[in-house]
């Protein structure tokens, strides 16, 4: 099982950026799936997540800005980041909790993407 982040890149404050992530290979059933972060000299955060049922939970720094969403019959789920901030600058990870197995479950992590944000 393989997860695949895209969509980051340089952007002004104030601007939009839309981060994807997907999932692949041998996978019977995903459950979690959510965004962390990690800026220059910080600890990794989450960002936000999403349940297999729609249940959503946002960092206090990211409500009304950002949207989660997934799209269960592509295995991906996203992250729509509207009103950038400088403090928005970090590597985003996804992650998701996998059924890889039946009835083994593992949690994997996407290689990073970095959002930089500018003044």
């Known amino acids: 099982v393989q997860l695949q982040a895209s969509g980051g890149g340089l952007v002004q404050v104030g601007g939009s950026l839309r981060l994807s992530c997907t999932a692949s290979g041998t996978i019977f059933r995903i459950n979690d799936m959510g965004w962390y972060r990690q800026a220059p000299g910080k600890q990794r955060e989450v960002v936000a997540s999403i349940t297999s049922r729609g249940v959503i939970n946002y960092a206090d720094s990211v409500k009304g800005r950002f949207t989660i969403s997934r799209d269960n019959a592509k295995n991906t789920v996203y992250l729509q980041k509207n009103s950038l901030n400088l403090e928005d600058t970090a590597v985003y990870y996804c992650?998701?909790?996998?059924?890889?197995?039946?009835?083994?479950?593992?949690?994997?992590w996407g290689q990073g993407t970095l959002v930089t944000v500018s003044s």
């Open positions: 992650n998701s909790q996998i059924e890889y197995t039946l009835g083994y479950w593992a949690m994997y």
